[in-house]
């Protein structure tokens, strides 16, 4: 039986819908492999997901080699020590998780990407500057992610090189990108499964192995690498904050914002805490740098077995980067070039041309990986800490979630206009305030030096980006959404 369902069309003037009185076109349903939607917001009738499908896909997505990597920083790079590690590990990510649940909340209420909703705080042309921002960072993890699982498959299978395991990895996720949102879904799901077994596995076996109980009191503590390592931790949620409405989104808005919430809070928080854990573990016996080769040797007999299934795991779950980067390169894309028309054609084309760009980037840095990605997430940090806050604020204390969407698809902006400069200058004023203060190796603020090179730069960003930003829509309309923007949400709901 054919059932008539509601098509949205992008016209010249934006998103035309008949909810509203504007242009109404039916036609069958009809089942495909490849998603449709792309950026358009996600109707009534296709939002099938649920919240125990919410927390697989983000239980799942942190059990990487590059999740091992990441705790490793703790105690390779920062030198804390193993209880000293652990805790900025939990404490970073519990902190962190709060921020980028609550951008998942928003899902369900808007049903658009994440990124393209920045047009209402930012404006059409205005959100361009943190899409872009995005889509580096989308790129950065994607490429970060194939070096180490072309690492874990090379230790496998010695006699495949690392460049070849890094294109079988991007093969692969490129193809799952494709097919869209369900396969990304299902596939991290099913892998989450199977992943979290492995990871227990190995969690037996180290805490079992001599040379990790006898390194286990090395290191030490230090104010400025435990908070060093916490700053990690919650970039790492707050690396997720920019796409977890891609998958939340589909949602149906009568779950609510707090399934969606706790979903993907418990999801993300927990696997990354474990599996940065075991990373801690493995990175006091690592003297080389490379954690997959450590983790292999301290795992024995099983250490294939493990490493395989995090390659594996790695190529699956880096389609989420890739398919919430392309979400990004459509969304600047209709926004500079206009009349290029948003369709399945088009996000293929991105999709293969952002995953051989991103293969690129591996196959070229993967030597000096771990320093330059402890600099690359620290940098992440600094640059979405303005934009989450002024979004954060946006959404729950300035507009309660009262959203017109038809305009965020309109060329003149609509209510929110080509430019929000005030939200522009906001931004900017969030990354300056942050300069004297960072630590990386390639730039130390000069106040960080006073305060023992602990980084709070980015604390100082999220209050002063998230405050500024209130107190001047206080100052400029209140903080009460208008009847008129109630009632288009209440169009949409």
Not at 97 to 112: E, I, S
């Amino acid at each position: 039986m054919e059932k008539s369902v509601d098509l949205w069309r992008l016209s010249p003037h934006g998103l035309r819908h008949s909810s509203i009185g504007k242009q109404l076109t039916t036609m069958p349903a009809k089942a495909t492999l490849i998603e449709q939607h792309h950026i358009a917001p996600i109707p009534p009738e296709a939002r099938t997901g649920n919240s125990r499908g919410i927390f697989a896909i983000w239980f799942g997505i942190n059990m990487l080699p590059l999740t091992v990597v990441t705790g490793a920083v703790a105690t390779s790079v920062f030198d804390l020590s193993v209880l000293w590690g652990v805790l900025a590990i939990v404490a970073g990510n519990l902190v962190g998780g709060v921020f980028m649940a609550l951008h998942a909340a928003q899902g369900p209420q808007l049903g658009v990407p994440q990124m393209l909703q920045a047009r209402a705080q930012f404006g059409y042309q205005g959100a361009t500057l943190v899409v872009l921002i995005a889509m580096v960072m989308f790129l950065g993890f994607f490429a970060s992610n194939l070096v180490v699982a072309g690492q874990s498959i090379h230790q496998v299978v010695p006699a495949l090189g690392v460049n070849s395991a890094i294109m079988i990895c991007a093969g692969i996720a490129v193809v799952v990108a494709v097919v869209g949102y369900r396969w990304v879904r299902n596939s991290m799901s099913i892998m989450a499964y199977l992943v979290g077994a492995t990871v227990l596995l190995a969690f037996v076996v180290v805490l079992a192995n001599y040379e990790v109980i006898a390194a286990a009191d090395h290191g030490r503590f230090s104010l400025a690498g435990f908070f060093g390592m916490f700053a990690v931790g919650a970039v790492w949620q707050l690396a997720y904050a920019p796409y977890v409405s891609d998958y939340s989104r589909y949602l149906p808005a009568a779950t609510g914002a707090k399934p969606a919430f706790w979903a993907t809070y418990a999801g993300c928080v927990a696997s990354s805490v474990v599996v940065m854990t075991l990373g801690a573990l493995v990175g006091i016996t690592a003297t080389d740098g490379d954690i997959m080769a450590a983790l292999n040797r301290i795992l024995g007999a099983v250490g294939p077995v493990v490493l395989l299934a995090f390659g594996l795991s790695s190529a699956v779950m880096n389609a989420a980067n890739i398919y919430s980067g392309v979400m990004s390169a459509l969304t600047a894309v209709q926004t500079l070039v206009p009349r290029w028309r948003i369709g399945t054609g088009l996000r293929i084309g991105m999709t293969v041309l952002y995953g051989l760009v991103a293969l690129s980037i591996a196959v070229a840095g993967q030597d000096s990986f771990l320093l330059y990605f402890k600099d690359f997430i620290l940098f992440l940090l600094y640059v979405l800490v303005p934009w989450s806050a002024i979004n954060l604020v946006d959404y729950y204390l300035v507009r309660h979630g009262s959203y017109a969407i038809d305009d965020l698809f309109r060329r003149d902006g609509g209510r929110y206009g080509r430019w929000n400069v005030a939200a522009c200058v906001v931004y900017v004023i969030g990354v300056l305030v942050q300069l004297p203060f960072m630590v990386t190796s390639f730039y130390t603020g000069p106040l960080a030096e006073p305060l023992a090179f602990v980084d709070i730069a980015w604390v100082l960003g999220l209050v002063v980006s998230g405050g500024v930003y209130y107190l001047w829509c206080l100052k400029k309309n209140g903080v009460r959404p208008t009847a008129e923007q109630t009632q288009a949400v209440a169009t949409h709901a």
